[in-house]
Nanobody
Framework: VQLVESGGGLVEPGGSLRLSCAAS????????MKWYRQAPGKERELVAS????????IYADSIKGRFTISRDDAKNTVYLQMNSLKPEDTAVYYC?????????WGQGTQVTVSS
């Protein structure tokens, strides 16, 4: 199983970024996918999740209305569209796959929101 995040970077407050997580090594379409983030000195927190087939999405209160999680099963990729970014969104963003009793993390991508 491999998860590779991309799309992070430096953006000004109010800006947008789209993160991607390319998955391989398992049947992507069968599993829920999640995005987490971890800011310096803080615990890793769930940002958003999406069920298999994209039927249901869940968001943390802190990002509701600003972030959108989606998936493209043909590309084995999950996305996180982030709009109206704030300095407090600065963190390393990780995708996670729960495959039954096992779970896997990507290496993370840094998002920095600063003027």
């Amino acid at each position: 199983v491999q998860l590779v995040e991309s799309g992070g970077g430096l953006v000004e407050p109010g800006g947008s970024l789209r993160l991607s997580c390319a998955a391989s090594g398992f049947t992507f379409s069968r599993y829920d996918m999640k995005w987490y983030r971890q800011a310096p000195g803080k615990e890793r927190e769930l940002v958003a999740s999406i069920t298999s087939a994209g039927g249901r999405t869940i968001y943390a209160d802190s990002i509701k209305g600003r972030f959108t999680i989606s998936r493209d099963d043909a590309k084995n990729t999950v996305y996180l569209q982030m709009n109206s970014l704030k300095p407090e969104d600065t963190a390393v963003y990780y995708c996670k796959a729960n495959l039954g009793p096992r779970f896997y993390w990507g290496q993370g991508t840094q998002v920095t929101v600063s003027s």
